[in-house]
């Protein structure tokens, strides 16, 4: 194991420009450790972010770059062997470091750790019981895989007892294969759901169960989990533990329960039971029934660590959500753009359905880019068809690196799109980014909602339609 101490004092990052990287060599910046690092994506926002707080990025992979050999380098989880500048950190025996690891013995050892983990929400989930905790006086440290509005940082240090972090099941760097989850020393954890996703690291459903039973080992037997009720991979999940569980959801089953849900223009209500925690009514800025569960299991966190009804409730009211997750790109002569980081079919069906709850009596456009590793393959291929129910029209992109995917295995949008024709709305299929934005200007009308889900920059594709609708 690395031993990190105050002697440590250049940081290397190699793929600085990631979220979580560059957030993390901002905090050690500001910590007094000289940082520097590479990145053969250079481009805002990141790139300002780190040029705002003087930290210098090479651009590209070069072994020059590694001159003058650093303390301690953070290797990025996108690398891999064959990267020049990972070959000379093995070569010359640099001191190396993943990002998680990083972040558990810069920032969580010595803390009270609060995870957050599951197939879907789990950026969301993380981003409310951050807020919660900040509103409440706690002075949280936290790390999300996306930006919060209220922070405005994927990651803060914080100078409380709390740190929050997303606990994400995908693997943490070519040299160690474990789940980033691993690294995240749990007291207190969420687990919003699971399913079958990531299939370029795991081989099954069963695979992803396993992972998370033995992360479960790691929670103290005076931690606590709350688990989702209502999903039944969770439940199977949180049979293993060693730690007390309180289950939430909507079901009856569920010892905290959801129930007398009212949707308004501004979000949606719910009534919280939690016999001896909580009876009350809450309201959050936002729609889904999947964003109830994740309001819950922060709320479920936040009482259980002594924070009221009330300071939850105000926390909520100055909620502004995530970048990404329903955000409102713009409205342009009367349509409303969206972007959505849905890319498993749970995720886009519950993100339609949200959308709709919020603008029920609109034309729904949901254009959708398979571009996930898992989205991109035929494994959700029938289920996918059906997660797009609630939409009035469906524009599918052709799946991203298509060519470097065999034929046998590739997600056929051809098909789901006739899938979806068949259940009477219409659906098109389209090989370009140019091809969705020529039919939606031609075809779109003022008042319509065009949702666009993708994991990725999917060409900029938001950007272009509010500048030419």
Known sequence: ??????????????????????SL??????????????????????????????????????????CNVPDLVV???????????????LE?????????????????????SLVVTGTHGKTTTTSLLAWIFECAGKQPGFMIGGIPENFGTSCQEGGGKFFITEGD??????????????????HQLIINNVEFDHADIFNSLEDILRAFQLM???????????????????????????????????????????????????????????????VNTFSIPLFGQYNVRNAMGAAILALHNGIGVEAIQQAFDQFYNVKRRQELRGIRNGIHVYDDFAHH?????????????????????????????????????????????AADEVLL?????????????????????????????????????????????KFAQPDDVILIMSNGKFGNIHQTLLTEL
């Not at 520097?36 to 020059?64: A, K, R």
């Not at 290797?75 to 950190?89: F, H, K, M, Q, T």
């Not at 029920?360 to 254009?367: D, T």
């Open 1 to 22: 194991m690395l031993v990190l101490n105050q002697s440590t004092q250049h940081i290397y990052f190699i793929g600085i420009c990631g979220t979580a990287m560059a």
């Open 75 to 89: 290797i990025g989880n996108a690398l891999s062997r064959g990267n020049p500048e990972v070959e000379i950190v």
């Open 169 to 186: 099941e995908y693997d943490t760097a070519f040299f160690d294969k474990r789940s980033k989850f691993f690294h995240y020393q749990p």
């Open 216 to 278: 479960l080992r790691l929670v103290p037997r005076n931690g606590l989990i709350a688990v989702n009720g209502d999903d039944a991979n969770a439940m199977h999940v949180v049979q293993s533990a060693y730690s007390p569980y309180v289950t939430f959801g909507f079901g009856e089953s569920c010892e905290a329960r959801a129930m007398d849900l009212q949707i308004t223009p501004q979000g949606t209500t719910f009534h919280l039971e939690w016999p001896g925690y909580c």
């Open 345 to 389: 079919p749970t995720a886009v069906l519950e993100t339609i359905q949200a959308i709709r709850q919020k603008h029920p009596q609109q034309r729904l456009i949901a254009v959708f880019e398979p571009r996930s590793n898992t989205s991109v393959l035929n494994i959700h291929q029938a289920t996918l068809a059906n997660s797009f129910e």
């Open 92 to 112: 010359q025996g640099i001191p190396y470091i993943s990002m998680a690891e990083l972040l558990k013995e810069f920032f969580i050892r010595g803390t009270t």
């Open 397 to 441: 992109a052709y799946p991203h690196r298509m060519d470097q995917i065999s034929p046998d295995q590739r997600l056929d949008v051809e098909t789901v799109a006739g899938i979806i024709k068949q259940q009477g709305k219409n659906a098109l299929a389209f090989p370009e980014v140019s091809n969705i934005v020529d039919h939606l200007l």
């Open 25 to 66: 060599a901002v905090l050690l910046k500001k910590r007094g450790y000289h940082v520097t690092g590479s990145d053969s994506n250079v481009y805002p926002p990141m790139s300002t972010f780190l040029e705002q707080q003087n930290i210098d990025v090479l651009e590209g992979y070069l072994e020059e770059n590694l």
